[in-house]
């Protein structure tokens, strides 16, 4: 039902909105198992329960403030710009083990079974032990650009000079290195292949196996949003559009228009796509708006106007949107806002 609500067009069936007013500004948002992880300048974790935008656990111990958090096991691990990893007890909001090794602030996190993967501007991937907290390998390609992501038991990390590294998760053994013609600013891996979007709009599909290269060309300025879920491909641009691609095959199934500025977030669950779109330049935009589409027909569903949201005149830049059945999450300043479609909302007759 609360979903039928969030997708209604009635225009009738508005969500409710609750504001959660933090202390310090916003870092770092999260939604984990229905809960919020918030970081923030302060150097506190905060977690919130997402139906009811109640604090109800708060972690302290990093000196500067959290860059990535996950969970596994109950377990609470945090990076931080203080060049240190936590592991916490979730439970008991105690620090179980600080893991130092990184030289420079910790940026990302990943974990495939019990080891733990952490970049940082060290310009090193390091591998951890969760059980032990012991360090297991140090990953270091020459002129490593950090930034990694983890997919089908694989870590796929770039270098400046324009290579691709294929690591093994379980044993940090290197399987490939691909020789790359352009620079790679941002990239995802899905399905067997990796997806580099270029300046220009073009959107590389490279086979890990057998290094065939598809152009996947639709967009006519840069992508500045990429998401691979469910079999397909999303990417936002620069020229205000959404393009949605088959995984496997390149193929393009569908352009979503509407907005009206560069699109900067995109999270997509279920038939659900949110996106978000304002000038990442200028202080003015003529969007800052989400929009809710339907990935199976294309067709927006819902718009919702940032601009109403604050309520200290502060003009508002999304640092994250998070989805959840019957549920739109969004970051910004010192608050966060949550879209409930979960408990409907009073009658405006009445």
């Not at 403030?65 to 007890?89: E, G, V, Y």
């Not at 130092?100 to 990943?110: E, P, Q, Y």
């Not at 819902?302 to 109403?308: H, Q, Y």
Request: hydrophobic fraction near 35%.
């Amino acid at each position: 039902m609360a979903d039928a609500r969030m997708r209604s067009q009635s225009g009738k069936i508005e969500p409710n909105i609750t504001e959660i007013k933090l202390t310090s500004w916003l870092t770092y948002l999260k939604l984990i198992e229905g809960y919020l992880f918030v970081g923030t300048f302060d150097n506190l974790i905060r977690i919130f329960d997402g139906n009811t935008g109640k604090e109800i656990k708060s972690f302290k111990g990093h000196i500067l403030h959290a860059t990535d958090i996950i969970m596994s096991d109950r377990n609470l691990f945090s990076s931080s710009l203080d060049k240190t990893i936590r592991i916490w007890d979730f439970e008991k909001e105690e620090t179980i083990e600080v893991l130092r090794g990184h030289a420079d602030s910790v940026t990302k996190l990943g974990i495939f079974n019990e080891i733990l993967i952490s970049t940082s501007w060290d310009m090193t991937l390091r591998l951890w032990d969760i059980k032990t907290g012991n360090e297991l390998k140090v990953l270091a390609p020459p002129n490593y650009s950090p930034n990694f992501c983890l997919s089908e038991g694989k870590i796929f990390s770039i270098t400046e000079d324009h290579k691709l590294y294929i690591w093994d998760a379980r044993t940090g053994d290197k399987i490939r290195v691909i020789e790359y013609l352009e620079p790679i600013e941002r990239f995802i891996s899905t399905r067997g292949k990796i997806f580099i979007p270029l300046k220009g709009g073009v959107i590389h599909m490279l086979d890990i196996e057998t290094s065939e290269l598809k152009k996947l060309e639709g967009h006519t300025k840069s992508v500045t949003a990429l998401v691979g879920a469910q079999g397909k491909i999303f990417s936002g641009s620069e020229d205000h559009t959404i393009q949605v691609w088959d995984a496997l095959s390149g193929r393009k199934l569908m352009t979503l228009e509407g907005h009206c500025d560069l699109i900067t977030h995109i999270e997509v669950l279920d038939k659900n796509l949110i996106s978000y779109s304002r000038d990442s330049i200028s202080r003015f935009s003529e969007d800052r708006t989400i929009r809710l589409w339907d990935i199976e027909t294309g067709k927006q569903l819902r718009k919702f106007e940032t601009s109403t949201l604050s309520t200290d005149n502060i003009r508002l830049n999304l640092l994250n949107i998070q989805l959840e059945k019957g549920k739109i999450i969004t970051g910004s300043n010192s608050s966060i806002f949550i879209f409930d479609f979960n408990q409907k909302p009073k009658n405006p007759m009445t």
